[in-house]
């Protein structure tokens, strides 16, 4: 069915190295693979989208791969920086017209100084 | 602020009451969304509307919840009869055209059943 899953629900990094976050999708039509940042109390925010034509995009430290074939697309930030704590959430489109977004469960990320 | 709007933004109501929720996307958005969102997770679809017409419900929500969206601008999300369980954060969001645009979220309306 359709589903996106991600993991890890937690991640705690020291300042300075890099994040990982993974996510797996069911729907083999999904053609778009935004990312969302949400701090405490806030909106979920787009930080970088990929789609299905291309494999990795970058924008500065935060860069996306995809991997059509296995169906996983990952989150990639470099440098962390406390600001970049927060959750984060994948999403793909899935139905029959490929226009409903599903996101992922979240990972709350922390920054030790 | 040209952004996704929503309101209330807080509302407590009692057990059985019904509450409604109001979105207005950024004006020239043609799609339109609602989630729900827990404490600790991701947002859950509700529906979506292209322009006026709704074009997908999730199978999870009850007939308790309608949404419309009359004019294919502002949407209402009604919830009757509510739960303690409804207690969320209902979030709107908006985009426009077709997939892979992205799409806008609101502040979010937070629903308290007591």
Known sequence: ????????????????????????????????????????????????DIRSNVGEKKDQRIAVTLNKTAKHFSLH????????????????????????????????????? | ??????????????????????????????RLYWYRQTLGQGPEFLTYFQNEAQLEKSRLLSDRFSAERPKGSFSTLEIQRTEQGDSAMYLCASSLGQTGNTIYFGEGSWLTVV
């Open chain 2, 1 to 30: 602020d040209t952004g996704v709007s929503q309101d209330p933004r807080h509302k407590i109501t009692k057990r059985g009451q019904n509450v409604t929720f109001r979105c207005d996307p950024i004006s020239e958005h043609n």
């Open chain 1, 77 to 113: 930030i470099t440098e962390t920086q406390p600001e970049d704590s927060a959750v984060y959430f994948c999403a793909a489109p899935t139905g029959s017209s490929a226009s409903k977004i599903i996101f992922g469960s979240g990972t709350r990320l922390s920054i030790r100084p």
């Open chain 1, 1 to 48: 069915g359709e589903n996106v899953e991600q993991h890890p629900s937690t991640l705690s990094v020291q300042e300075g190295d890099s994040a990982v976050i993974k996510c797996t999708y069911s729907d083999s039509a999904s053609n778009y693979f935004p990312w969302y940042k949400q701090e405490l109390g806030k909106r979920p925010q787009l930080i970088i």
